[in-house]
């Protein structure tokens, strides 16, 4: 290690953190590491860190003192106070210059604020959304990073030998402004949130709508993921199915309770997006049955009290697995597409001058969201940086619309059997409505005029225009 100290530090040896710090050192970079709980510093040192460029720091100041200065050091602490916490405590070791880069699931408003309040103190800070889970943080996550340029070029070379790489490209690259990076992550959580949605909503119409066991699952999911389909959640997926339960011997995704937890990030993305005026209904339908999945008591007495129809799918199986397959595709398009529409609009709402083909790109690789379909859409916004939707893209239009015939019989299909796919349905209406000239809010207009003289438009005048509805 150098005696000039460490290129980079990071404080939080929770999983992702250790498995950071080992990736960076992998490549050479020495790293200075700090916990709040020394025992667990101590463990990470004797039994992980090995002879590694790695140095502990017992408390903050000794910690700082071990890095070389100007300072660049991560934290990786649970998001919301425990940040603004941590930056408090570390103000008195800091120097102008330094830098603090959050890898946590922060929210965006957060990360402008700690942004302007650690400028005022010639501090730098970076928002770095960091995905790919425990193995990602190890072998290679995408990394997003916003800010200001010239400091994410100070840690590129750590940043970009640690990130995953993709032909030959890092998965990470300058975002943008200050909390350009954290809203990037918001988003491709949102995405994620969608993604496993309608996954799920698959898996239930193939096991209760098909009767179709977990080794059958798992044998289709692991061919689809050979095929157009190919992506790590899908991968997970066909993995998932084959594990059996150590204490029962029964398929270990049958005795899971059916009720998913979330710490918000999907949820984020889809306050921001109302608030952008952003229409992101699959994002927000995964967000929806998350919270209903919650309320398992409550489902359990509705059961026995309000009855539809029996499950069982009376047609073709092998069609409809053909069917259920174009349907994920045509979901899964139609999810990146309502989240990068999203990131369009923040790009202009919040002035982050987005990069959409670089956002793709660095998706490609590491994160949970990596998937082949990813190469179509940086093509997409490579040829047409300001695409407004990714369905006016004209293959990933082309590739939607040689599947809308099987979503809508799958749409139909769920609707027949009382199997909830609601991801699925607004899907279609999504591009229903996207794809329609004429909607229905004339008359939406007409009754707020109606009940509240709120005005409206006309088709063959311009102005707004009132009518006394009642006589
Ligand atoms: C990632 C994941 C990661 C985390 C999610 C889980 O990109 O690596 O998104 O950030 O696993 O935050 O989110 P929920 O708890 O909300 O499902």
Redesign the pocket.
């Given at each position: 290690m150098s005696h000039q100290g460490c290129d980079i530090g990071l404080i939080g040896l929770g999983t992702m953190g250790r498995n950071f710090v080992l990736n960076m050192a992998d490549h050479g970079f020495s790293v200075g590491v700090y916990n709040r709980t020394t025992e667990k510093t101590k463990e990470f040192m004797e039994t992980e860190a090995g002879s590694r460029p790695i140095k502990a720091g017992y408390d903050l100041q000794e910690f700082v003192g071990l890095l070389k200065p100007p300072r660049n050091l991560i934290i990786l602490v649970a998001a919301g106070d425990p940040v603004d916490a941590l930056i408090r405590e570390l103000l008195p070791w800091l120097a102008p210059g330094d830098l603090i880069i959050d890898g946590g699931?922060s929210h965006f408003t957060d990360t402008n604020r700690r942004f302007k309040f650690l400028a005022g103190k010639n501090l730098n800070f970076m928002g770095m959304g960091?995905?790919?889970?425990q193995a990602?943080a190890r072998y290679g996550p995408s990394l997003m990073p916003g800010g200001s340029r010239e400091v994410y070029d100070r840690v590129a070379p750590i940043l970009e030998a640690a990130a995953a790489q993709v032909k030959g490209e890092p998965c990470v690259t300058y975002l943008g402004p200050r909390s350009a990076g954290h809203y990037i992550k918001m988003v491709?959580?949102g995405i994620?949130y969608g993604l496993m949605e309608l996954i799920a909503e698959t898996y239930d119409l193939l096991k209760r709508g098909l009767g179709l066991t977990p080794a059958e699952l798992a044998l289709i999911y692991d061919r689809w993921n050979r095929e157009d389909l190919n992506s790590f959640l899908l991968e997970i997926t066909a993995k998932i199915f084959t594990r059996k339960d150590d204490r029962t011997g029964k398929f270990l995704v049958d005795m899971i309770l059916d009720k998913a937890?979330?710490?918000?990030?999907?949820r984020w993305t889809s306050w921001d997006a109302m608030d952008l005026q952003v229409g992101t209904p699959t994002l927000d339908a995964a967000v929806v049955m998350r919270d209903m999945s919650g309320y398992k008591e409550e489902r359990r007495s509705a059961a026995r009290f309000l009855t539809g129809p029996t499950p069982a799918f009376p047609g073709d199986r092998q069609r409809c697995i053909g069917q259920v397959k174009n349907a994920l595709y045509a979901g899964m398009i139609a999810t990146y597409a309502q989240g990068m529409a999203l990131l369009q609009k923040a790009s202009i709402t919040y002035d982050y001058g987005l990069d959409l083909e670089a956002v793709a790109r660095i998706w490609r690789g590491g994160?949970?969201i990596r998937a082949a379909l990813l190469e179509d859409i940086r093509t997409a916004y490579k040829t047409r940086p300001d695409l407004p939707n990714l369905l006016m893209d004209p293959h990933l239009g082309q590739e939607f619309m040689s599947r809308q015939a099987d979503l809508r019989e799958v749409v139909k299909a769920a609707a027949t059997l009382g199997l909830p796919a609601p991801g699925l349905m607004v899907t279609l209406s999504y591009f229903d409505a996207y794809r329609s000239t004429v909607l229905s809010a004339n008359l939406i207009q007409a009754q707020r005029d109606f009940f509240g003289a709120h005005t409206y438009e006309r088709l063959d005048a311009p102005g707004a225009f009132h009518t006394e509805w009642e006589e």
């Open positions: 699931n960091i995905s790919g889970g990602g491709h959580n994620e937890k979330q710490k918000g990030t999907g994160c949970i």
